[in-house]
């Protein structure tokens, strides 16, 4: 008798941790699972999502850039290659590659891709250069330099614009960012091979031209608010500043910070 109980009780007692296993696995692995399934889902909502943008941007370059004027193979190559879309708040993702400026915020814009494409081709850039931009805005223009030269000095006078595109080009380690009243370029990592300046003042500023190396290329809007601002290249031989008409732009203006007004 009290051998079949023992018998009986071991077998209960298999029979027992037999039943919590399989009732912890009744609770666990479905979470386990779901967990699983989870993660591969919002992996594959990004990888959509990123194919979704990849495709606008071929999209982009093909209608917008290529097939109008602009031919220099490494501008096309990196703004099929940039995502534009991070450059901008959520909500403008869906319009990101859409052939128009876009808001980022404090009444100022990230330029048309035409324009971006433009000014960069303009510059002539070649890949051991240092270049000055002033108006750094969301960071996409200084991501699209960053990628095809050395070194990128971006320049920001808004606070909270400098933050933002701060953290976004901190992936560049070739970009070095301030936030600054631009118009007087940047002193200290002076003189550089190019300058681009993608708010527009009234006149070319006289710091910027000092700070363009001998035989350097500046890109820059020049006009009043409005409708009709001049897209220049500026090229710097000696003493001799050449002046080249690129086109008519719209582009916000140049503020400057209080108390300067040279
Ligand atoms: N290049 C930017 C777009 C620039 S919009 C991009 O790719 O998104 C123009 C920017 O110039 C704005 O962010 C504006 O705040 C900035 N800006 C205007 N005046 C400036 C100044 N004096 N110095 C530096 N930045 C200035």
Redesign the pocket.
Known sequence: MEFISIKLSKKFILIALISVLFLTMGIFLPSIISCKSEQVDAEKLKKSTEDKYEIRRIEMVETQIAARDISDKNVIETMLKVPRHL?VDETQWDYAYEDRPLP?G?G????QPYI?ALMTESLELKDDEKVL????????????LAEIVKEVY?????PS?YEK?KTRLSAYPNVKTSR????YGWEEYAPFDKI?V??A?DHIPQPLISQLKDGGIMVIPVGPPGWSQILYKVIKQGEDIKTIEITGVI???????EGNSS
């Open positions: 450059y980022i404090m100022q814009t990230i330029s971006v931009e002033i108006g750094t805005g969301s960071g996409y223009q200084a991501a699209v971006t320049v920001e006078i808004i614009l595109a600054h009243d631009g118009y681009i993608t708010a003042p582009f916000v203006p140049l503020t400057r910070e």
